[in-house]
């Protein structure tokens, strides 16, 4: 058990050194001059060379890279070109926000997806089964951004329920996340019906039944506990799919998270900010893949026990 | 395994919603034309006889955006797909075949490329290369070959033992001769599919790209786009989010329909199963 958390550990943190190398030379070898770039048609000369010498570049490759993987371990990512703050407290200024539209979309979609999915494996043909089945096309086939400016219509334009966009209150928080939570409980619901109903097939529910257990005793004990290994798993895959949801759904509502930051960073060209960000955001990822990883022996002893 | 499930409902509905894509397409530009041109005297008008569904904000033709619109967003889909598939086949044909330094070298970079959720691979790419059809259209395939890379060195994995793999290399078959008349019939149906289904995935990212403004150049209209210069007169005329919106959705439902009425078991079938 200590070498496999070890092992997932190592490769976790040889992920993050890979990423960000990754994204270093991203940026410096991209064709063309970034400083360039960043400043736009016709630079006065000695404002490209003021810039270069601000981010380095007239150094040589291998010394700017040994430079940006010793100011990472000290948590650095540089200064923002457009307003010389540093990278690193924009980010923590935005990234709560992000956490928290991420999580009550997730929470959302856990509630729909669930029930749904359930409900769809036990009555096989039924009523749910279809239901579900429609759902979840249709729900995969509207893109995010769609899903969003439908809701803004129907909840803030036709009904006047909800605020179109904003901060602060719970009531801004709602719209970004039921959008998100749709097109993420589409492919959960589904997930979790393919799981359930492929348990429910398996010999021991046979047995179980045979033995004279109640339908509620096989499927809360049995079923579901077999059945949570690939739900969780999915559900640590789809997080991947949720961050990228949230870049963009962030943007539809305008929602203070890091993914309106990275766009807007996108527009003026600040090449230390995105940098910044899409290194971050990548931590993040591997980060909770990481927590999900370890939650694996914990619901199903079996795994990890070759290494214990 | 693809011709024993033409009957089912979702296959029919995705040939059906597919065909009449095809059909709007190819008739309005043959009864319509495309006019892309701009005139901002006649910004936001009604339908007309000259504008059959009226004219955006910069007082183009909606129709003619439309057609645009969809069939680049099919022509992007289907360039990017095909170009993933064939460079993931080949790498994952590579890693399977070859094994030792060859196999790390190209999963590690796989599992590298999943290291950033969904759209931000592409999104830096795109940042930093800038606008353009090209530049998109490799921001797509670098973060789309993977899934078939993976695909494929799983069934090479699985295929190179058996007897008529191992039959052809005692004939002293090249590996090029092996991949592609041995293994290319074999896996040639699970990586159709898988394309198909990349459709929908491309053009999702493709028009959440496009909406962001970090696709094509934002002069030219795409759905993405279509849908994000609408946003301000969401109040006024929302036909100009409701009808790009309405393409959009169309071309990710037939490909998404298509692909599940393809597999004999469904893909979160298979993800189930594998885990």
């Not at chain 1, 291998?62 to 010389?84: K, T, V």
Request: with cysteine; net charge positive.
């Amino acid at each position: 058990m200590k070498v496999w958390l070890l092992k997932k550990m190592g490769a976790f943190l040889i992920f993050i050194w890979a990423a960000a190398s990754l994204i270093f030379f991203l940026v410096h070898t991209i064709p063309g001059d970034p400083v360039v770039a960043m400043l736009g048609k016709m630079p006065r000369l000695e404002d490209i060379r003021r810039l270069q010498q601000a981010m380095r570049l007239d150094r040589p490759l291998a010394e700017q890279y040994i430079h940006f993987i010793q100011n990472l371990l000290r948590l650095d990512l540089g200064e923002s070109i457009i307003d010389r703050r540093p990278v690193i407290s924009s980010i923590r200024r935005y990234f709560p926000n992000t956490i928290i539209l991420a999580s009550a979309a997730m929470f959302l979609a856990m509630l729909i997806a669930i029930p749904l999915g359930m409900l769809a494996a036990l009555k096989k043909k039924g009523f749910w089964y279809a239901g579900s089945l429609v759902f979840s096309t249709v729900g995969l086939a509207i893109p995010g951004f769609l899903t969003g400016i439908l809701l803004i219509i129907l909840f803030s334009i036709r009904l006047r329920w909800l605020p179109v966009s904003g901060s602060g209150k719970i009531q801004f928080l709602i719209l970004p996340a039921l959008t998100l939570a749709i097109s993420l409980s589409a492919f959960l619901t589904r997930v979790i019906q393919t799981a359930v109903a492929g348990e429910l097939s398996q010999p021991y529910v046979l047995l179980a039944r045979a033995k004279g257990l109640s339908e509620f005793h096989i499927f809360s004990r049995h079923v579901l506990r077999n059945a949570l290994i690939p739900i969780i798993t999915i559900v640590g895959l789809q997080l991947g799919a949720l961050l990228s949801g949230t870049i963009v759904i962030e943007n539809v509502f305008s929602w203070p998270g890091i993914g309106t930051l990275l766009i807007t960073a996108i527009r003026q060209r600040d090449f230390p900010m995105i940098q910044g960000i899409a290194l971050s955001l990548a931590i993040l990822y591997l980060l909770l893949n990481f927590l999900v990883d370890l939650s694996y022996p914990m619901i199903d002893p079996r795994i990890g026990h070759d290494y214990r | 395994m693809i011709t024993g499930n033409k009957k089912n409902l979702q296959y029919k509905l995705g040939v059906l919603l597919l065909a009449l894509l095809v059909v709007f397409l190819v008739a309005g530009t043959i009864f319509n034309g495309i006019d892309l041109s701009l005139d901002i005297h006649q910004r936001l008008q009604a339908p007309s006889p000259g504008h059959a569904l009226g004219t955006d904000a910069l007082g183009r033709d909606i129709f003619s955006c439309l057609i645009f619109g969809t069939a680049v967003s099919l022509v992007i889909a289907l360039t990017a797909v095909l170009s993933s598939a064939l460079i993931g086949a080949l790498l994952g044909f590579a890693a399977a075949w070859r094994g030792g330094l060859a196999n790390a070298c190209i999963m590690r970079c796989a599992d590298l490329i999943l290291a950033f959720p969904g759209i931000l691979l592409s999104l830096a790419l795109v940042a930093f290369l800038g606008p353009g059809i090209f530049n998109l259209i490799l921001a797509l395939v670098c973060s789309s070959w993977v899934t078939y890379a993976r695909l494929v060195r799983a069934e090479v994995i699985k295929a190179k033992e058996k007897e008529f793999i191992l039959a052809a290399r005692g004939f002293n078959a090249s590996a090029l001769r092996i991949a592609s008349s041995h293994m290319a019939p074999l896996v040639f149906p699970l990586l159709l599919t898988q394309a198909v289904l990349g459709m929908a995935g491309v053009i999702l990212l493709e028009s959440s790209l496009n909406f962001l403004g970090l696709g094509l150049d934002p002069r030219l209209p795409s759905l993405g786009q279509m849908i994000d210069a609408g946003r301000p007169h969401l109040f006024v005329k929302p036909i100009l989010i409701i009808l790009p919106g309405g393409c959009l959705i169309a071309l990710i439902a037939a490909f998404l329909l298509l692909a599940d009425g393809m597999q004999s078991r469904s893909v979160y079938n298979r993800i189930a199963k594998k885990l």
